[in-house]
C-alpha cells in the first residue's frame, strides 16, 4: 500500500495510513512499514517533513518497538545532505554503529556524495579510505561520486588516481566513469586528450552514449572549435547515434557566436531533415545566434513558427529577441517584444529587466529606463551590476554625472555580488575624464584599486587619451601607467600588474627598470618560475 501511495505522490496518504495502522488495521507498525513511509517522503522532496517523521517516531514512547536499521540511516543522511546539513548527516553517520548498525557502500557514497555538493571534497577522499580500514569496499559508485566531484574541480590528476585504485580494487570503470573524466577535461580546454578518452573507452567494451557524445561537442563548442564539435556530431551519426536537442542547440549556439551564420543554418535544415523536431532549447539558441548576427527580423519569424507549433518561449528567448532589436537601434520593436512577454505570461527575471534598462539608455530614453528601474524596487526583483552599470551609463550619456556617482556609491554599499565591475568604473572614469575632471577620475581609480578590481586596457585608454588631449603640455603616460603597475605589484595584484605592462609594451611604453625588478620579484614567487619568465620573454620579443 505504502508503494501504490509512493507511486502516486501521495507522501501525506502514506504518513496518514502508518499512524493508523494500529488502531484501524490491527497491524503493529514495523520498521519496514517506516523505512517504506520515510522513502516515499523523500522521494517526493520532502526533506524536511521526513526528517521531522524520523524524530517523532524514534524520540516517541509509542514506537519503542521500531528499531532503526542501516536502511533508516541512510535514508536519513540522504534527507539530511540534500538539505545540505552535511554536519547532521556525519552526526548520524557516527552515530550508527552506537545503534548496533554497520554502514554499508550505500552509506559511504551517500555521504560523500553530499560532502562533494558542498565543496568538502577532501572528507570525501578521506571517506574512502576509511571506507576500506573499516572492510567495506567500495563499488564503482562511491568512486564515481569522487571521480566527478574531482573533475568538477579541475583536479584531474587526482581523478586519475582513482581510476587506477578502481582497477587495483578489482572495479571496471563504467559509462559514468568516462563521462566524468571527459567533462574534466573539457573543462581543462584538454579536448585532444578527450577524444583520446573516448577510444580508450571504446577498447576498454565500454560504449559511449549521448551524455559522453555532448560533453565532448559542448567541450569544443565552449573552447571555440564548433567545427570540430560538427566533426564529432558526424561520428556520432556514422555510429548508429542520432544528435539530440542538447547538441544541436550547443552547436547551433556556438556556430553563431563564432560568426558561422550559415554553417548554422545549415545544421538547422538538417536536424529538421533527420526528424529530429526543435524543442524550446534549439528554437531559443537559434533565435539568440541570428540576433546576435544583426538578424532580429528574421528571428522573430522563428519565435512566431515555435509557438504555433506548440513550443512555449522561455526568459532567455524573449531576451535574447529584445537584446537583437536593441542592438540594432529598434528600441520599439524591442519594447513590443517585452510586452509581448508579459501578455505571454513570461516570467520577467533581473537580466530580462537588465537587457531593457541597458537597451533603453544606450538608445537614449533614459526616463523610460528610470521607470523600469522603479518598477523592479518596487516588486523587489534583484538588481544586477549590468542594470546599475546601465543606468550609470544612462546619467552620464544624459550630462546627469551626480545621479550616476550616487547610483555608484549604492553599489559599493552593497554585498559583495553587486560590487562594481570594471565596466562599471570605466563609464565613470570615462565620463569624468570626458567632462575633465581628472581629480575625480583619479579618486575613482583609487577606489577601483582599493576594491580589489583590476584596470584593464580600456581603463589604460582612457587615461592616456586624456593625458595626450587634456594636458598641457601633452603627456604619453608612460609615468602613470608606470606608476600604476608598482601600486598594483604592492598589492600582490600580478594578473592587474600583467595587463598593465603589456599595454605599455603595446604602446612602446617601456616601464622603468625599477619597476621592471618589482614586478619580475613579486612574478618569480609563484612555483610555476619558468612558465612566468618565459611568458614574460615572450611578451618582450614579441
Not at 568512486?143 to 566527478?148: K, M, Q
Not at 507549433?309 to 517585452?338: C, Q, R
Not at 619580475?520 to 611578451?539: A, D, G, H, N, Y
Amino acid at each position: 500500500m505504502f508503494k501504490a501511495y509512493g507511486k502516486a505522490h501521495l507522501p501525506e496518504k502514506a504518513l496518514d495510513l502508518f499512524h493508523r495502522m494500529p488502531v484501524e488495521f490491527h497491524c503493529k507498525q514495523t520498521v519496514k512499514s517506516f523505512n517504506s513511509v520515510l522513502n516515499v517522503v523523500i522521494q517526493e522532496g520532502h526533506f524536511n517533513r521526513a526528517l521531522e517523521f524520523y524524530s517523532h517516531v524514534i524520540d516517541s514512547k509509542n514506537f519503542n518497538h521500531v528499531h532503526p536499521n542501516g536502511l533508516t540511516f541512510n535514508l536519513v543522511i540522504k534527507a539530511l545532505c540534500r538539505l545540505e546539513l552535511v554536519d547532521q548527516a556525519v552526526e548520524v553517520f557516527r552515530g550508527i554503529s552506537v545503534r548496533n548498525c554497520v554502514p554499508d557502500t550505500y552509506t559511504y557514497s551517500t555521504l560523500m556524495h553530499g560532502l562533494c555538493n558542498v565543496g568538502r571534497i577532501d572528507e570525501a577522499v578521506s571517506l574512502l579510505d576509511e571506507m576500506q580500514i573499516e572492510g567495506t569496499f567500495p563499488n564503482p559508485v562511491a568512486f564515481n561520486v569522487l571521480i566527478s566531484a574531482l573533475c568538477k574541480n579541475g583536479d584531474l590528476a587526482r581523478a586519475s588516481k582513482l581510476v587506477d585504485n578502481m582497477f587495483l580494487k578489482g572495479c571496471v570503470p563504467n559509462e559514468v566513469t568516462y563521462n566524468s573524466l571527459v567533462h574534466g577535461l573539457c573543462l581543462k580546454g584538454k579536448l585532444e586528450k578527450a577524444v583520446s578518452l573516448l577510444n580508450r573507452m571504446v577498447s576498454n567494451k565500454c560504449v559511449p552514449n549521448d551524455v559522453t557524445f555532448g560533453t565532448l561537442i559542448d567541450g569544443f563548442v565552449k573552447h571555440g572549435r564548433a567545427l570540430d564539435g560538427v566533426r564529432v556530431l558526424v561520428s556520432l551519426e556514422e555510429k548508429g547515434h542520432r544528435g539530440n536537442e542538447f547538441i544541436y542547440s550547443s552547436l547551433i549556439s556556438g556556430l553563431f557566436k563564432e560568426g558561422k551564420c550559415e554553417r548554422g543554418m545549415q545544421l538547422w535544415k538538417e536536424m529538421v531533415e533527420k526528424g529530429c523536431e526543435p524543442n524550446t532549447i534549439v528554437y531559443s539558441a537559434l533565435i539568440d545566434g541570428l540576433c546576435r548576427e544583426g538578424k532580429p527580423d528574421e528571428a522573430k519569424e522563428f519565435l512566431l513558427e515555435m509557438k504555433n507549433k506548440g513550443h512555449i518561449p522561455n526568459s532567455f528567448t524573449y531576451s535574447s529577441l529584445m537584446w537583437g532589436y536593441f542592438e540594432t537601434g529598434d528600441s520599439h520593436k524591442a519594447i513590443l517584444v517585452w510586452k509581448e512577454m508579459t501578455d505571454d505570461n513570461c516570467n520577467h527575471h533581473e537580466v530580462c529587466y537588465s537587457i531593457l534598462i541597458n537597451g533603453l539608455c544606450k538608445n537614449g530614453r533614459l526616463k523610460e529606463a528610470l521607470m523600469v528601474w522603479k518598477q523592479m524596487l518596487s516588486r523587489g526583483i534583484k538588481l544586477d551590476v549590468v542594470a546599475y552599470s546601465s543606468m550609470i551609463h544612462g546619467f552620464c550619456n544624459a550630462q546627469l554625472l551626480e545621479q550616476g556617482v550616487k547610483l555608484f556609491h549604492q553599489m559599493l554599499c552593497h554585498v559583495p555580488k553587486l560590487q562594481p565591475d570594471v565596466v562599471t568604473y570605466n563609464i565613470l572614469l570615462n565620463a569624468f575624464c570626458t567632462t575633465n575632471s581628472v581629480s575625480r577620475a583619479i579618486d575613482v581609480l583609487n577606489t577601483m584599486l582599493d576594491q580589489g578590481c583590476d584596470p584593464d586596457f580600456i581603463t589604460c585608454e582612457i587615461f592616456l587619451k586624456t593625458l595626450r588631449d587634456n594636458m598641457d603640455p601633452p603627456q604619453d603616460g608612460r609615468e602613470f601607467l608606470d606608476e600604476l603597475v608598482v601600486r598594483l605589484v604592492k598589492r600582490q595584484r600580478t594578473v592587474g600588474a600583467s595587463n598593465i605592462i603589456e599595454v605599455m609594451l603595446k604602446k612602446f611604453l617601456l616601464p622603468k627598470p625599477s619597476t621592471w625588478a618589482l614586478a619580475v620579484q613579486q612574478l618569480c614567487k609563484p612555483t610555476k618560475v619558468r612558465k612566468t619568465i618565459s611568458e614574460c620573454w615572450s611578451r618582450l620579443h614579441c
